[in-house]
């Protein structure tokens, strides 16, 4: 079973418009994880947010990380075309040094 | 991505063989990974590695083979192909710790016919 679980799983916006995608976890965690994956690659680190932070910006992106509800939520602000991508959570677990994702949330800007 | 490579891109195997996917970075990150993905399972975790010459099995183990002689390399062998393990293979590695995340390879297309 997975960690993660990500919501919702697909999203299509207009370019310019923002994209807030949700993610829920299971279990204690020392961080959390956004990675981006365009179609046919891997997958590349976007954030981490660590269990002690709420708030995390990057550029246009912006995550913040509820414990007490085992939830996070990325936004995408002003998104472009080249935004197109799937995007996965990732909770790194408290005990070992491993990630779990979750399924992912499929984005599609349009121009 | 720049420094770690997975080799094959694309492997069409039938059932039964063995085949082994390589994986080989650059940095000396300590933790490496295999992950495959498949529809509706999104990443699952094979096997992973502290360093050399410590491995140790993940969610989806069964069927699998890792070994890490050397920190650069972490090759997964199936060891008799079935067509179930049809997915996409992912090596990553990490600097370990939780301050840092993983970087990915670009991924081994495996297809069991």
């Known amino acids: 079973s997975q960690q993660g679980e990500e919501d919702p799983q697909a999203l299509s916006i207009q370019e310019g418009e923002n994209a807030t995608m949700n993610c829920s976890y299971k279990?204690?965690?020392?961080?959390l994880q956004w990675y981006r994956q365009n179609s046919g690659r891997g997958l590349v680190h976007l954030i981490l947010?660590?269990?002690?932070?709420r708030e995390k910006h990057s550029g246009r992106l912006r995550v913040t990380l509820d414990t007490s509800k085992k939830s996070s939520s990325l936004l995408i602000t002003a998104s472009r075309a080249a935004d197109t991508a799937s995007y996965f959570c990732?909770?790194?677990?408290?005990?070992?040094?491993?990630?779990?994702f979750g399924g992912g949330t499929r984005v599609l800007v349009k121009p | 991505d720049a420094g770690i490579t997975q080799s094959p891109r694309y492997k069409i195997t039938e059932t039964g063989r063995q085949v082994t996917l390589m994986c080989h970075q650059t940095?000396?990150?300590?933790?490496m990974f295999w992950y495959r993905q498949d529809l509706g399972h999104g990443l699952r975790l094979i096997y992973y590695?502290?360093?050399?010459?410590?491995?140790d099995k993940g969610e989806v183990p069964d069927g699998y083979v890792v070994s890490r002689s050397k920190t650069e390399n972490f090759p997964l062998t199936l060891e008799s192909a079935t067509r179930s393990q049809t997915s996409v293979y992912f090596c990553?590695?990490?600097?370990?710790?939780?301050?840092?995340?993983?970087?990915f390879g670009s991924g081994t297309r495996l297809t069991v016919v």
């Open positions: 990553a590695s990490s600097v370990g710790g939780t301050s840092y995340g993983y970087t």
């Open positions: 279990t204690s965690i020392n961080n």
């Open positions: 947010i660590r269990s002690n932070e």
């Open positions: 990732a909770s790194h677990g408290a005990a070992g040094n491993k990630l779990t």
């Open positions: 940095w000396s990150h300590s933790y």
């Open positions: 590695s502290a360093a050399a010459d410590i491995t």
